[in-house]
């Protein structure tokens, strides 16, 4: 197998490297987009829940049926999606 022709030559020198450091912007999510977006996946979970335990209780979640899961699922889904947006 034939050697590679690598030489001193060829490779940068470490003076010639420049190492300064470069600035991110690094401002990161704001803090109510996390709160906005916690509340979504939280409230879909909590929307769940409640219309398992006490949907056929609860008038309206009666009436809406199986449109229930929807609304949960469709909740949790946006602070799903949202996440997509958090740096």
């Known amino acids: 197998m034939p050697k590679s022709k ?3 030559s060829s490779m940068p020198q470490s003076g010639s490297i420049n190492r ?3 600035k991110i912007n690094s401002s990161g999510t704001p803090l109510w987009y996390k709160i906005l977006m916690f509340g979504f996946m939280l409230a879909g979970l909590l929307w ?3 219309n398992y335990l ?3 209780d609860i008038a309206f979640m009666r009436e809406l049926g199986p449109w229930n899961y ?4 469709g909740l949790f889904i946006v602070g799903l999606l949202m996440t997509m947006g958090w740096r």
């Open 20 to 22: 300064t450091p470069v």
């Open 54 to 56: 006490v949907g056929p």
């Open 48 to 50: 769940l829940v409640a």
């Open 70 to 73: 929807g609304i949960g699922f």
């Open 6 to 8: 690598v030489s001193r």
